[in-house]
């Protein structure tokens, strides 16, 4: 177990949360597969769609979550304008008793992208009704910036299409949005595997969101522990300092006390 | 928006508006989308137990409008009312 520095707690809209991975429960095989993975990855707020009841479902959710001290996190997944999202946010706060909502308006159903001026209409609207907002949006350092001004407790940029697993695939403008941002940047969509997530944390974002990566992992729950690693080292690394690319080499052996000069 | 035009209860409702089973006959709406018909005088509080394993962590919009959790007792359903009862399912 590794040595950290001073307290580092995360903190979005003034709550503080335990863990910097955020869990995404869509694509699981089994309640059970979900719940181990869920304890694996030592997190502490998990996403969940709003979906019709269906009468004939045995498990419930929201008390595997609960019985796992594990935060809600609602998501309008699958909605496609600003109207949409907001009404699922209205009824997830029904539901569920949290202010708190992943917001996701798509524009384009076979990339899954953000549409990110329903997106900001949305989030707007939100806003005004109490909501608690982190906004699922590009990695478009403008948007992020548009998404803080209206108020959003913290920006969640893609790193690449959801359940692509092709990682950060813009590097450079998370590391924007990183520097530009007062609330939390939270790389959300397109983590892989271990080292995406690593790399998410060393470019300085707060918290990653992962769900394909882990759901559909052979081994979700092997996993779900890598996640819970790779976020841990990529965030001390980012804490400690590392060294500047340089184009030609620095020595780390002194040229004092050699043999033979 | 739906304002019962298309109720099978022939009658025009003792309120003015869509019939709610005035006189005893049952109310037809659609519940997530199924044509459901439902007894004279239910209520939303009936439907979440008729369709729902708990009223826990569920959610009612009736024609596109939340119905707070403290209202489904109080509020009865219409004849070609629209409901959406909404749970938490593996996603986001």
């Known amino acids: 177990m590794t040595v950290d520095a001073a307290?580092?707690?995360?903190?979005?809209?003034?709550?503080?949360?335990?863990?910097?991975?955020?869990?995404?429960?869509?694509?699981?095989?089994?309640?059970?597969?979900?719940?181990?993975?869920?304890?694996?990855?030592?997190?502490?707020?998990a996403t969940v769609a709003v979906r019709r009841v269906d009468p004939s479902t045995r498990h419930s959710l929201v008390d595997l979550l609960e019985g796992l001290g594990i935060r809600i996190l609602p998501n309008t997944a699958g909605c496609f304008t600003a109207a949409?999202?907001?009404?699922?946010?209205?009824?997830?706060?029904?539901?569920?008793?949290?202010?708190?909502?992943?917001?996701?308006?798509?524009?384009?159903?076979?990339?899954?992208?953000?549409?990110p001026i329903e997106l900001v209409e949305a989030a707007e609207q939100l806003v005004d009704d109490g909501f608690v907002v982190l906004p699922y949006c590009g990695d478009d350092p403008v948007v992020a910036r548009r998404l803080e001004q209206?108020?959003?407790?913290?920006?969640?940029?893609?790193?690449?299409p959801i359940g692509s697993g092709l990682g950060i695939r813009n590097p450079h403008n998370i590391e924007l949005i990183v520097e530009q941002a007062g609330v939390p940047v939270v790389l959300?969509?397109?983590?892989?595997?271990?080292?995406?997530?690593?790399?998410?944390?060393?470019?300085?974002?707060?918290?990653?969101?992962?769900?394909?990566?882990?759901?559909?992992?052979?081994?979700?729950?092997?996993?779900?522990?890598?996640?819970?690693?790779?976020?841990?080292?990529?965030?001390?690394?980012?804490r400690a300092g590392r060294i500047s690319r340089r184009f030609v080499a620095e020595a780390s052996s002194s040229f004092e006390g050699l043999v033979g000069r | 928006m739906t304002d019962g035009t298309d109720g099978t209860d022939g009658s025009s409702?003792?309120?003015?508006?869509?019939?709610?089973?005035?006189?005893?006959?049952?109310?037809?709406?659609?519940v997530n989308g199924e044509r459901y018909e439902a007894p004279a005088g239910?209520?939303?509080?009936d439907l979440v137990a008729?369709?729902?394993?708990?009223?826990?962590?569920?959610?009612?919009?009736v024609d596109g409008a939340v119905v707070p959790r403290g209202e489904w007792e109080a509020t009865p359903v219409t004849s070609g009312a629209a409901v959406e009862l909404v749970t938490a399912a593996a996603g986001g």
């Open chain 1, 7 to 45: 307290p580092d707690p995360f903190v979005v809209a003034g709550t503080e949360l335990g863990s910097r991975l955020l869990l995404g429960t869509g694509g699981m095989t089994s309640p059970e597969s979900l719940g181990r993975a869920l304890v694996a990855s030592g997190t502490a707020l």
């Open chain 1, 84 to 115: 949409d999202a907001v009404l699922t946010a209205r009824l997830a706060r029904e539901a569920f008793a949290t202010d708190w909502v992943k917001l996701e308006v798509i524009g384009d159903d076979r990339t899954l992208l953000p549409d």
């Open chain 1, 150 to 160: 209206v108020g959003c407790a913290a920006v969640m940029p893609l790193g690449s």
């Open chain 1, 188 to 238: 959300d969509a397109g983590i892989g595997t271990a080292s995406d997530a690593c790399l998410a944390m060393e470019l300085g974002c707060s918290a990653v969101l992962v769900a394909s990566a882990v759901t559909r992992a052979e081994d979700p729950e092997l996993m779900a522990t890598a996640m819970r690693d790779a976020v841990r080292s990529g965030r001390a690394a980012r």
């Open chain 2, 13 to 30: 409702g003792t309120d003015g508006s869509g019939g709610s089973g005035g006189h005893g006959m049952p109310v037809v709406l659609t």
């Open chain 2, 42 to 45: 239910t209520t939303v509080a």
């Open chain 2, 50 to 61: 008729a369709w729902c394993p708990s009223p826990k962590g569920v959610a009612v919009a």
